[in-house]
């Protein structure tokens, strides 16, 4: 009993000198206390090296790879698409966004990179931040940049009614791509397939690009199959896809086109 009551004041001691207090959780470890974001454009500098996991730990990360999580939530007076970027944090940072409720049930988007997720006005939304980089380090700085993405990137496709063949049977064709802004990356697929005689010939071919709003022409070599393509009639069904940083967006066409050598 002595033996305890002496760990006991020595604890007391050690907690009372100077530099040796236990650290606190910060104030918005939990839900409950997450703090409030009132406007946007928005900027979060928070030290969460002290922030805890335990049953807060319903994000993407849950069960284990979370740590240091921390709380913000945010009500937007009318619609807006949030863009969130945490990227400039001294870990690698993992964002959960919950709809009215901070549980599982409620969770509508996660994410590493900066992303932007379409909120409704007059509805709150939770905001976590978690330590993923799966090391032994708990937290660090969180920086993060809350503000309005743009609308959506727009995407359209156009593709020539000539293409070339050559004689070695490969075909060639071309076409713009057009998008609202300038897009991150952005690729083109094309399927092409001919009727010659009682067969039909058919390939495939695939290609980056870019795409802006001054419009980007883009060209792809499609080898048949099973054969080679010829002069003369063929059908494309051409799929692009084009992205930034918050959003993509795809566009498809089927046409007619004509080879010729």
Known sequence: MRRGVALLAAGVLLASLPGLALAAAPANDLPAGAI???????????????????SD????????????????????AADVNLAIDATASSYEVGVNLFEGVADTAH??????????????????????FADADLNATNGGTLIADLSVAPPPIELSLSVDPT??????????????????????????????????????????????????????PWFIQV????????????????????????????ASVSKSVRLRK
């Not at 994000?59 to 937007?76: E, H, I, L, R």
Request: net charge negative; aromatic share 8%; with cysteine.
């Open 36 to 54: 409030v974001i009132g406007s946007l454009p928005a900027s979060i500098n928070q030290d969460t090296t002290q922030a805890t996991v335990s």
């Open 57 to 76: 730990d319903v994000g993407c990360g849950s069960g284990g790879t979370d740590q240091a999580t921390v709380w913000y939530k945010f009500t937007p």
């Open 107 to 128: 969770l509508i988007n996660c994410f590493g990179g900066p992303a932007a997720t379409g909120l409704t006005g007059g509805t709150t939304y939770y905001i976590m």
């Open 163 to 216: 293409g070339k063949v050559d004689k070695a049977g490969v075909a060639t064709l071309t076409g713009t791509m057009t998008c609202s802004r300038d897009a991150d990356f952005a690729d083109i697929q094309v399927s092409l397939r001919q009727p010659i005689g009682r067969f039909t010939i058919h390939g495939s071919g695939f290609s980056d690009t870019t795409c802006g709003p001054s419009g980007s």
């Open 223 to 250: 080898s048949g199959d099973n054969g080679k393509f010829g002069s003369g009639k063929a059908t494309a069904d051409v799929f692009a896809e084009a992205c930034d940083q918050f959003s993509c967006a795809d």
